[in-house]
């Protein structure tokens, strides 16, 4: 018992670094503004639960909270679970705890508080959140980038919040607001970004909860795609994560099925574990993935600098995902982007492939494959978004993610699911492609942008933190089948030992009675059940003495 509890606090250790959101490794070009715009204004619908979401250069997306009666601009996160602020909130509560939250980029530290929350029409009178006094670590300045804050919108095991406070307080805040619903069928929330620098986009970034954006109904009629779920152990690494189809989940630029194998062990064969997370930048994928996308683009180069590939920016390229049989289509603007200002080695502009190969969000207990973020999810509407396919995926599409039974104290025994619908027409988007790279001239069919042969597809190298990371990997995502072979052999061992102990008591009884035997059959008296006393000194006899009557004469 005790190799077991050190095993789940060893496993539980590894926990400190699986919130995934907020990675970028270099910086992305913003407008010149000495006043960002932070505050948004409230939604022009008049259907409750819809707040309008802010977007910085198609990296960052935030909307509104109100926290002591203070109004914080804050990144919507699918892919953590804690609530967390910077500066000053009126009235809070000190609860005497302290935390730091580990992201793919950056900390978050600082005391434990509760306040007032209210988000729209939602409101919680005692919501926990981390205070947080210093974000130097992070690799650009949140506050200039248009938020002060976090809302992690992850199931709730994942907070660590929760984990550090008892009691109800401590429960993540989406969480809270659904234990207010008097069904548990209404226990999901949506989320639409909107994609800047498209001239043929009419989308508008909303987020809700409860509601379906109007106009977006049909969401809820596209298949329902289950949410994977983790090992009870390590539920605290519990993400938003879904299936790609089997064995065509990713069509590549040649229109061809990517070929991959997953690192998740339980996966089925021919088919990715991805998450959706709308608070990572670029979508991560493995290694493989990215190097099918890029590595036969002319021009293309890797980047030992960003660790991703560069490519000419008038290079369109086609990528479609698949997921629950309706396939997404990645808008090209979101494939590669113009918005980081980097180079080619000759100092020629160029722009940055976004699906990166997976590395500072690797999942080192096996956990998911890739993570779609918000370049997929402004592709298509969903009921769930949460994937290392980042920003891409929530920015295709309309996500809606239910929580099934993932809310605590609920009754609801459904589990939970995602439901996306397509934001990205392919035809437009082209024309869209062909405006903003190419100047409206349409090229894309050009020998220069023409495809290498796969015979001479370029291979981005490995890096050995990479590969070290990859063979602890395949260890520790394997703890299931180790543990249960270890106790196979512990089992096995006591039940020899017993067995080994049984066997020789049963042969030294066989041992004595064949010793009796023999014994009796020599008419040995010294033996037998009615042997002499050993070592007996006495030489007292047993004397019969006849019995006299008594009686008398009359």
Same mark, same amino acid.
């Given at each position: 018992?005790?190799?077991?509890?050190?095993?789940?606090?060893?496993?539980?250790?590894?926990?400190?670094?699986?919130?995934?959101?907020?990675?970028?490794?270099?910086?992305?070009?913003?407008?010149?503004?000495?006043?960002?715009?932070?505050?948004?204004?409230?939604?022009?619908?008049?259907?409750?639960?819809?707040?309008?979401?802010?977007?910085?250069?198609?990296?960052?997306?935030?909307?509104?909270?109100?926290?002591?009666?203070?109004?914080?601009?804050?990144?919507?996160?699918?892919? =953590?679970?804690?609530?967390?602020?910077?500066?000053?909130?009126?009235?809070?509560?000190?609860?005497?705890?302290?935390?730091?939250?580990?992201?793919?980029?950056?900390?978050?530290?600082?005391?434990?508080?509760?306040?007032?929350?209210?988000?729209?029409?939602?409101?919680?009178?005692?919501?926990?959140?981390?205070?947080?006094?210093?974000?130097?670590?992070?690799?650009?300045?949140?506050?200039?980038?248009?938020?002060?804050?976090?809302?992690?919108?992850?199931?709730?095991?994942?907070?660590?919040?929760?984990?550090?406070?008892?009691?109800?307080?401590?429960? &993540?805040?989406?969480?809270?607001?659904?234990? !207010?619903?008097?069904?548990?069928? %209404? &226990?999901?929330?949506?989320?639409?970004?909107?994609? %800047?620098?498209?001239?043929?986009?009419?989308?508008?970034?909303?987020?809700?909860?409860?509601?379906?954006?109007?106009?977006?109904?049909?969401?809820?009629?596209?298949?329902?795609?289950?949410?994977?779920?983790?090992?009870?152990?390590?539920?605290?690494?519990?993400?938003?994560?879904?299936?790609?189809?089997?064995?065509?989940?990713?069509?590549?630029?040649?229109?061809?099925?990517?070929?991959?194998?997953?690192?998740?062990?339980?996966?089925?064969?021919?088919?990715?574990?991805?998450?959706?997370?709308?608070?990572?930048?670029?979508?991560?994928?493995?290694?493989?993935?990215?190097?099918?996308?890029?590595?036969?683009? !002319?021009?293309?180069?890797? =980047?030992?600098?960003?660790?991703?590939?560069?490519?000419?920016?008038?290079?369109?390229? &086609?990528?479609?995902?698949?997921?629950?049989?309706? =396939?997404?289509?990645?808008?090209?603007?979101?494939?590669?982007?113009?918005?980081?200002?980097?180079?080619?080695?000759?100092?020629?502009?160029?722009?940055?492939?976004?699906?990166?190969?997976?590395?500072?969000?690797?999942?080192?207990?096996?956990?998911?494959?890739?993570?779609?973020?918000?370049?997929?999810?402004?592709?298509?509407?969903?009921?769930?978004?949460?994937?290392?396919?980042?920003?891409?995926?929530?920015?295709?599409?309309?996500?809606?993610? %239910?929580?099934?039974?993932?809310?605590?104290?609920?009754?609801?025994?459904?589990?939970?699911?995602?439901?996306?619908?397509?934001?990205?027409?392919?035809?437009?988007?082209?024309?869209?492609?062909?405006?903003?790279?190419?100047?409206?001239?349409?090229?894309?069919?050009?020998?220069?942008?023409?495809?290498?042969?796969?015979?001479?597809?370029?291979?981005?190298?490995?890096?050995?933190?990479?590969?070290?990371? !990859?063979?602890?990997?395949?260890?520790?995502?394997?703890?299931?089948?180790?543990?249960?072979?270890?106790?196979?052999?512990?089992?096995?061992?006591?039940?020899?030992?017993?067995?080994?102990?049984?066997?020789?008591?049963?042969?030294?009884?066989?041992?004595?009675?064949?010793?009796?035997?023999?014994?009796?059959?020599?008419?040995?008296?010294?033996?037998?059940?009615?042997?002499?006393?050993?070592?007996?000194?006495?030489?007292?006899?047993?004397?019969?003495?006849?019995?006299?009557?008594?009686?008398?004469?009359?």
């Amino acid at each position: 018992m005790r190799s077991l509890l050190l095993l789940h606090s060893f496993l539980l250790s590894l926990f400190s670094i699986s919130a995934l959101a907020v990675s970028i490794p270099f910086a992305v070009r913003t407008a010149d503004h000495s006043e960002p715009r932070r505050l948004l204004p409230r939604q022009s619908t008049n259907v409750s639960g819809i707040v309008p979401v802010g977007n910085t250069q198609n990296a960052f997306y935030y909307s509104n909270i109100t926290l002591g009666g203070r109004q914080i601009s804050v990144m919507l996160d699918t892919g =953590s679970s804690d609530l967390w602020v910077t500066g000053s909130v009126p009235g809070a509560q000190d609860t005497g705890d302290s935390l730091t939250l580990s992201y793919a980029v950056g900390n978050a530290a600082g005391d434990i508080h509760t306040a007032p929350f209210q988000f729209d029409n939602y409101s919680v009178q005692d919501q926990a959140f981390l205070l947080v006094t210093n974000t130097s670590s992070f690799s650009t300045n949140i506050h200039s980038e248009g938020y002060d804050g976090l809302i992690g919108l992850g199931p709730n095991s994942g907070s660590s919040i929760y984990n550090k406070l008892s009691g109800n307080s401590g429960t &993540n805040a989406i969480s809270r607001i659904f234990q !207010q619903n008097s069904s548990s069928d %209404n &226990n999901y929330i949506t989320l639409m970004l909107n994609r %800047n620098g498209d001239p043929g986009s009419q989308i508008t970034g909303q987020f809700s909860i409860s509601s379906i954006v109007p106009g977006f109904e049909n969401v809820t009629s596209q298949p329902q795609i289950a949410i994977e779920k983790v090992y009870k152990l390590t539920n605290k690494d519990q993400h938003w994560q879904i299936l790609t189809d089997k064995d065509n989940g990713i069509i590549g630029p040649d229109g061809q099925p990517i070929q991959y194998s997953s690192i998740v062990p339980k996966a089925p064969s021919g088919q990715l574990v991805a998450v959706l997370d709308s608070g990572f930048t670029l979508p991560q994928v493995p290694r493989a993935v990215s190097d099918a996308i890029y590595g036969r683009v !002319q021009g293309a180069e890797w =980047s030992t600098s960003t660790q991703a590939w560069l490519v000419p920016c008038g290079q369109l390229i &086609n990528l479609t995902l698949n997921f629950g049989g309706q =396939s997404y289509p990645v808008h090209p603007l979101d494939v590669s982007s113009s918005d980081f200002g980097v180079t080619f080695s000759n100092g020629n502009p160029a722009c940055l492939g976004t699906f990166q190969p997976i590395s500072s969000a690797f999942s080192l207990l096996g956990e998911y494959d890739m993570i779609l973020g918000m370049a997929f999810c402004t592709n298509i509407s969903s009921n769930s978004c949460h994937s290392l396919l980042t920003v891409v995926l929530v920015r295709n599409t309309y996500t809606l993610i %239910n929580f099934g039974d993932m809310v605590p104290g609920s009754s609801s025994t459904a589990n939970p699911y995602a439901q996306l619908l397509s934001l990205t027409n392919e035809a437009a988007a082209v024309n869209d492609f062909i405006n903003v790279r190419l100047n409206g001239q349409d090229l894309i069919n050009s020998s220069q942008y023409a495809l290498l042969p796969a015979s001479q597809e370029q291979h981005s190298p490995e890096t050995a933190a990479e590969k070290k990371a !990859q063979e602890e990997e395949e260890v520790l995502s394997r703890w299931p089948y180790i543990l249960a072979g270890c106790l196979l052999v512990f089992f096995i061992l006591v039940g020899f030992c017993i067995w080994r102990c049984c066997c020789r008591k049963k042969r030294l009884a066989r041992k004595q009675a064949a010793k009796q035997k023999a014994a009796l059959a020599a008419g040995d008296p010294s033996t037998g059940p009615y042997a002499r006393l050993d070592n007996s000194e006495s030489t007292a006899s047993l004397v019969m003495k006849p019995m006299e009557a008594s009686y008398t004469r009359h």
